[in-house]
């Protein structure tokens, strides 16, 4: 059985683990921070929650054991965390992290059990407990995953019937027959949530052709469509074909309008192994020379300084100054977007040295990076950065 809580940072005072999400929230309300209308719905939700999720007894006591409480991994546990969506929006809205932690074994002495959760004393120091963020996704490769049974149960999730024989695949061991030998199955990841899923295989199902590598068994689960997800894992791929000295990746389907996206274009149409028309997109592996652009001083405007909304998506806070080169032109026509690094105070002019280069994959725009203090920023430094807008895209980083 695993065992899984959803908390933020803080060291709660009365059992000193990590504060827990619902009591991490109740603070916010305590400190008068959520709006009216935020309130209402807390209060909603509270009464909500406390109508079917036990409350362990010892609450009412003060908690004098200092126990924790852990959900879970069964389907009633898991179904309350699908349903904390205002708790983790509340958390995403007033800038509180929310980590899961997750343990395959008790974590402590129990204490109360019912069928959601268990309440622990006396944490064991050595317990095998990982920790991971949420709101941050991940992309995990599934041969790599010691919980592969879980990773299956959720791919089965889907009602795809492409989805179905993928996890036959995977459970009779067929999946390197039929795939090829050096195939792998990628995996999108909120925390416990798979958010996407594809494969990188040497073989699709068009017979008696020498394309190859192929991209297949794409598929991203309803609640998390309309944001191009699915590009995270086609970039991830690309990566690694290009390291792998591929020329292009290929992709099999019977949807139009859709690879386009991703930057593939259609190639042609070939039979698949029932004899049905397969649409054939290829998505060509390049490399781009910015020798000319990396290095040079450049000057611009500030149009969208740190902290400020995008114009057409309010959700979208810049943490980062943004704003373009004058009089140099960008693919789109516009003057050349950048991202100005070096600072952590809004400004409106700039002057410094490109860094790096952000070539989108499914799009006409480059970013330049351009630093301030001359400080060359780590790649992961500078992709963390910009994936606040960059998550949307396909692109890679060019030094």
């Not at 200092?66 to 546990?77: E, L, M, V, Y």
């Not at 067929?174 to 925390?191: N, Q, R, T, W």
């Not at 070539?359 to 992709?383: A, M």
Request: aromatic content about 14%.
């Amino acid at each position: 059985m695993t065992y899984f809580r959803i908390h933020t940072a803080d060291i709660a005072y009365i059992t000193q683990q990590p504060r827990g999400l619902f009591t991490a929230i109740g603070k916010l309300v305590d400190a008068k921070m959520l709006t009216e209308e935020e309130t209402a719905e807390y209060w909603k939700n509270r009464e909500y929650f406390e109508k079917i999720l036990p409350v362990p007894p010892f609450y009412e006591q003060g908690n004098p054991d200092h126990a924790t409480t852990w959900f879970k991994d069964t389907p009633q546990g898991k179904d309350i965390y699908r349903q904390m969506t205002f708790y983790r929006a509340m958390a995403k809205k007033y800038g509180l992290k929310l980590y899961m932690s997750k343990c395959q074994e008790l974590p402590g002495q129990v204490i109360y059990e019912d069928d959601f959760q268990i309440a622990v004393k006396n944490q064991k120091a050595d317990a095998p407990i990982t920790v991971s963020e949420l709101g941050k996704v991940e992309i995990k490769e599934f041969s790599q995953e010691e919980d592969k049974e879980y990773w299956l149960s959720k791919i089965k999730e889907s009602d795809w019937r492409a989805a179905k024989f993928l996890v036959k695949l995977l459970e009779t061991g067929d999946f390197y027959k039929h795939c090829g030998k050096s195939s792998k199955v990628f995996l999108l990841v909120d925390g416990p949530d798979l958010v996407s899923f594809c494969t990188y295989a040497e073989k699709d199902e068009i017979p008696d052709t020498e394309l190859t590598p192929w991209i297949g068994f794409v598929y991203t689960f309803p609640q998390f469509r309309g944001k191009r997800r699915i590009g995270k894992l086609i970039e991830h791929i690309y990566r690694l074909a290009k390291s792998e000295g591929k020329k292009a990746l290929y992709i099999s389907t019977d949807q139009q309008g859709l690879y386009e996206n991703f930057g593939c274009t259609f190639k042609e149409i070939l039979k698949d192994g029932n004899g049905e028309d397969c649409l054939i997109y290829t998505l060509p592996i390049e490399g781009k020379d910015y020798s000319a652009v990396i290095g040079t001083i450049v000057k611009g405007k500030i149009d969208r300084p740190l902290g400020t909304r995008h114009p057409r998506h309010p959700e979208m806070v810049y943490p980062i100054n943004y704003g373009y080169v004058s009089d140099v032109f960008a693919g789109d026509g516009a003057e050349q977007d950048v991202y100005v690094f070096g600072t952590d105070k809004p400004i409106y002019e700039y002057e410094g040295k490109v860094i790096a280069v952000y070539h989108r994959l499914n799009d006409c725009e480059d970013k330049w990076i351009v630093s301030l203090d001359g400080k060359n920023y780590s790649d992961q430094e500078i992709l963390e950065k910009i994936s606040f807008q960059e998550q949307y895209f396909m692109g890679e980083l060019y030094r």
